[in-house]
C-alpha cells in the first residue's frame, strides 16, 4: 500500500509536519538520521512507523520508498543535502514535495522534469510559504490581467523568528548565483540586485529581489509574460545592506579559496537543526504575500494580496495537504511543476485558505 514518507522528521519543519499530518488523520513514516529521537517523536504523535536513513548513506533514502508513495523531505540545506532525496524519488517513481526557499536548488529540481516526467511523478519543490503564496497570489492577479508582461511579488513577515535550518539556507546561498525572469528568459542574477516597494494593507513596504520558484513557472502558463520579479521584504536599511552583501559575496565566489574558507567559517556559525521559534511567537507572526500584474508601459493592472499566519505554520499544514493530496491521486499533471500546475487555483486557493493565508 502507498504511503507516505516524511524525512527529516526529527528536525523543526519536519516535527510541525509530522503533526499536521497526524491531525489530518494521515499515518507518515517517520525518517531521519536519529533512532530514538524518531522514537521519541513517534510516542508524541501517538505512534508511528519510523525509519533510520540518513542522506551520508544514499541507499538507506532510497529504501524508504516504493512506486506510488509521497516523499516530504525537510532536509536542508538543500543545496548541501537535498540531492540524494530527490534522486530516491525518481528512481522510486515516489512523487516529491520539499521545504526548501534556495532558488538554486529549486532550479535544479525543475531541471529534472523529463526525468520526473518519464518516472511518472510529479516534484513539487519549494511547497511551502516559500514560495505557494506568492505562486498563489500571481495566479490570482495574472488572472484578472491575463495580457500582463510582468509580474511582481512581494514577501512580508511581521514578528519574524527562525529556525536554525532556515539560517544554515541563507548562508549556503550567499555564495550561490540566482536567476530572474528578464525578456522571457531565465538568466542570472544576483540575489539583492533590485529593490523596490510594494503597497502591503494600507503600509508602504521595501522588498529586495531574491531567486523565487515564480521565475520559473508562471511564464510557462503565461506565455506573454516577459518579467517576473520576488522580493522578500526588509527594511529598507536592511536591504540595501543586503544589496551591498551580495555584491561582496558575488565577487568572493569567483576566487575558489576565498569561497571555501568564507564557507567554512560560516559553517562553523551557522548550524541546522538547532530548533525554532516556539508557539507563542508563531501564533503573534503575520504574513503577506503581495502580486502586481503590469503591462508593457509599466502600469500595475491588477494586483492581489494574501495575509495570513506564521510561515513555519503555513508550510507544516500545505505539505501535509499536499502530500495527502497526492496520495489519494489528485496531482493533476507529471513533471517538475509549480503549485497551480500541480492542483488547481481553486483546489490551491481553498488548501492555503484551510492553512491559515487567504
Known sequence: MAKIVLFGATGYTGRLTAAALTAAGAAPVLAGRNAAALGALAGELGGADTAVADVADPDSVRALLGRGDVLITTVG?????????????????????????????????????????????????????????????????????????????????????????????MAGMLFERGFALRGGQIVPERSGARIRGFDVAGRSRTGVSIPGSEHLILHRAHPGLRETGVFLGLPSPAARGLQLTSLVFDAAARVAPVRRLAEEAIGGVVKGSTGGPDAATRAHTRTWAVAEARDDAGRVRSSATLSGVDPYEFTAAILAWGARTALAGGVRATGALGPVEAFGLDELTAAASAAGIR
Open 77 to 169: 540545506p538543500f543545496l548541501r543535502y537535498g540531492g540524494p532525496a530527490l534522486a530516491a524519488a525518481l528512481d522510486a517513481g515516489a512523487h516529491y514535495f520539499d521545504s526548501t526557499g534556495e532558488g538554486p536548488f529549486i532550479r535544479d529540481v525543475f531541471e529534472r522534469d523529463e526525468q520526473a516526467r518519464r518516472a511518472g511523478v510529479a516534484l513539487l519543490s519549494a511547497f511551502g510559504f516559500d514560495y505557494v503564496p506568492g505562486n498563489l497570489a500571481a495566479a490570482i492577479a495574472l488572472r484578472e490581467a491575463p495580457r500582463a508582461t510582468g509580474v511582481d511579488i512581494g514577501y512580508f513577515i511581521a514578528s519574524p523568528g527562525t529556525s536554525g535550518g532556515t539560517r544554515a539556507s
